[in-house]
């Protein structure tokens, strides 16, 4: 089974930056599209920005500009660097990663996230 654990998150005040990270553990894995999504309170959870196995990128309107979403296939990783954070960017950050169990075409595939972190922007 493939997990996803994510860091970086914490306080930090409007303008300010934060890098998230999202490690798989496993081997043997066969990563597609990684992503970032999140959920703030109330609300419903909303994809951030995606990134495929080719390294293309797609981001949610509001964060262009501002989030960068990169991998690390060597590392199983992918990163959410976030600058000129605002308040309404207040959330819990999940992290998505989907594949195949194996470099078979025919492996099983697999879908997982991450348990969330927490990222607060406020002065």
């Known amino acids: 089974q493939v997990q996803l654990v994510e860091s970086g998150g914490g306080l930090v005040q409007p303008g300010g930056s934060l890098r998230l990270s999202c490690t798989a553990s496993?081997?043997?894995?066969?990563?597609?599209?990684m992503g970032w999504y999140r959920q703030a309170p109330g609300k419903e959870r909303e994809l951030v920005a995606t990134i495929t196995s080719s390294f293309s990128t797609s981001y949610q309107d509001s964060v262009k500009g501002r989030f960068t979403i990169s991998r690390d296939n060597a590392r199983s990783t992918v990163y959410l660097q976030m600058n000129n954070l605002k308040p309404e960017d207040t959330g819990v950050y999940y992290c998505?990663?989907?594949?195949?169990?194996?470099?078979?075409?025919?492996?099983?595939?697999?879908?997982?996230w991450g348990q969330g972190t927490q990222v607060t922007v406020s002065s």
């Open positions: 496993g081997r043997g894995f066969r990563f597609n599209d």
């Open positions: 998505r990663a989907t594949g195949r169990y194996g470099a078979a075409v025919e492996s099983p595939k697999f879908d997982s």
